[in-house]
């Protein structure tokens, strides 16, 4: 049986910078220049305020673990890769990303302080994952 | 103080359910049109307004329209996922309202199971697919285990109480004869099922069947000269809050904050007023967040307000009585039947499931990753 393709993102003029950044091994959001807060992932427009005045802004790449889940069934091409995490992780400048955590080897926790990680996929692609740096007191 | 009567069900009716290999998703549509139509005393040529939501073809309401031989003045493909057909109903009572057409017909069908569409991955994510795909999530179960996660966190919300859920709605199937899971089923049954993605066990998750449904939606004015008993439409709302699950505020706190007591006022009706509720069970987390947000408890005592049978047979708190998504039938899109069983408990006519003298019931529909919430309330003279 051959194995199905995992998702690739389709490159557009707001996901561009963003995916040139996990080349280059720097995690990249967007800050309103007119309102100043974060946004992520990068589009043409404030969500907040409506300006179009944004700017990529490289993220310190530290971030808290907001939920996850222990994948047992993965679907199509993910499905020899069980178990893996899955994880919201809120980073330090205030948006919320999905990710992958690895690295965990005492498992990980709602709470928990991750650190991005850049990882290649088998099939090339550079992917913004994240690891444990400190549990979080339970 | 309830709303005016603007605009009843009238028709209701499933296609086939369950496996159904022969059937195309036309064909199933078309039998539950057909099939609701007839039950209201209508005829397809009496149709004005077309409501239809699927991921069978681009141009649903085209397609499906010309199968069935109807030329709408009223068209509206709205499709925001399991909701979508509550949502549909509050469209059709506000086009019925502004004079627009006094015949609606609301259908969906999915041949999901037959045709093995669940589960796949896309080759290419776009535009802000593209932020949430690569990791490999698996959707929609992924997500609602994570909000699972995250409220077990927040309010010790455990396991065995998730479990609740699927046990009742087990139970309530039992008394269904055309349910599709019908064996005994317990809380140790669940927590000992295949884990698919932590915490949420296969039984913590919705069939996957064929299946299609329809309502017919009319004017007070043809409401009454139809067969059945005219179904109130007292209240509605809807809202959507998220798309990507990233941009989901709380994971915990649904749309259903918003449009329950929207609905809820519309209609003129307190919580202690709903006879009988049809909750969308994609997973029972789904049920625990939903009740929450609808203020049926307070939030985090989900858990605790599902346990000790109380929206079991017999409990004091009638829910998913034809045994729900979780056992009755899921075909990808489960809202149409969450309207479709509340109004036949309204004319009661629920049989061995019947809930006695139900007089007001609370529908509520949500779609995708606990993106869309839709709420209509219905009630009978």
């Known amino acids: ?138 | 103080m309830r709303r005016d009567r603007i605009a009843a069900i009238v028709g209701i009716a499933e296609s086939d359910i369950g496996v159904t290999p022969d059937k195309t998703v036309l064909q199933l549509q078309a039998q539950a049109a057909v099939r609701a139509l007839t039950d209201a005393g209508l005829h397809t040529r009496d149709v004005q307004a077309l409501f239809c939501a699927g991921a069978w073809t681009t141009w649903t309401n085209l397609m499906l329209a010309e199968y069935l031989g109807i030329q709408p003045i009223y068209t509206d493909s709205t499709n925001i996922g399991g909701s979508s057909f509550e949502a549909h109903v509050g469209h059709a009572v506000a086009g019925i309202q502004a004079g627009l057409f006094e015949v609606a017909l609301i259908v969906y069908g999915s041949t999901q199971r037959s045709q093995r569409l669940r589960g796949k991955v896309p080759g290419e994510v776009s535009l802000t697919e593209q932020y949430e795909a690569p990791f490999g999530l698996p959707v929609p179960v992924g997500a609602y285990a994570m909000a699972a996660m995250r409220h077990m966190y927040e309010y010790g919300t455990r396991p065995e109480q998730l479990a609740e859920v699927a046990v009742a709605a087990r139970q309530w199937a039992m008394q269904n004869p055309r349910a599709f899971a019908r064996d005994p089923l317990s809380v140790e049954d669940v927590l000992a099922s295949r884990m698919i993605c932590e915490p949420l066990h296969l039984y913590d998750c919705c069939l996957v069947t064929d299946g299609g449904g329809a309502i017919v939606v009319t004017s007070e004015r043809v409401a009454r000269q139809c067969r059945h008993k005219p179904i109130w439409v007292l209240g509605h709302a809807e809202t959507h809050t998220h798309h990507t699950l990233l941009s989901m505020p709380d994971v915990t706190s649904t749309g259903a904050a918003v449009t329950g007591p929207r609905a809820m006022a519309m209609a003129g009706i307190r919580h202690d007023d709903v006879d009988v509720a049809e909750i969308y069970d994609s997973f029972t987390i789904t049920v625990i967040v939903t009740l929450e947000a609808l203020g049926f408890c307070q939030q985090g005592e989900g858990g605790a307000f599902v346990s000790g049978g109380r929206i079991a047979p017999g409990g004091s708190f009638p829910m998913n009585t034809n045994g729900g998504g979780l056992s009755y039938c899921h075909p990808g899109m489960y809202g149409i039947f969450l309207l479709i069983e509340a109004a036949l408990q309204l004319r009661g006519d629920a049989g061995m499931r019947q809930v006695p003298n139900a007089q007001i019931a609370l529908v509520h529909g949500t779609g995708v990753q606990l993106s869309s919430s839709a709420t209509v309330v219905l009630g009978r003279d």
């Open chain 1, 1 to 138: 049986m051959t194995m199905q393709a995992k998702p690739v993102p389709v490159l557009d003029t707001d996901s561009r910078p963003f995916w040139e950044g996990c080349r280059q091994g720097v995690l990249r959001i967007q800050r309103c220049k007119t309102c100043a807060r974060y946004v992520f992932y990068p589009r043409s427009i404030c969500p907040h305020c409506m300006s179009d005045d944004l700017v990529f802004v490289e993220a310190k790449g530290l971030g808290t673990v907001y939920t996850y889940t222990v994948v047992h069934r993965g679907f199509g091409p993910f499905q020899d890769e069980v178990p893996f995490t899955i994880a919201l992780v809120d980073l330090d400048e205030g948006v919320r990303m999905m990710t992958r955590i690895v690295d965990a080897g005492e498992g990980i926790g709602i709470g928990d302080r991750v650190e991005v990680v850049f990882s290649e996929r088998d099939d090339g692609l550079v992917l913004p994952y994240f690891r444990p740096i400190l549990k979080a007191k339970r």
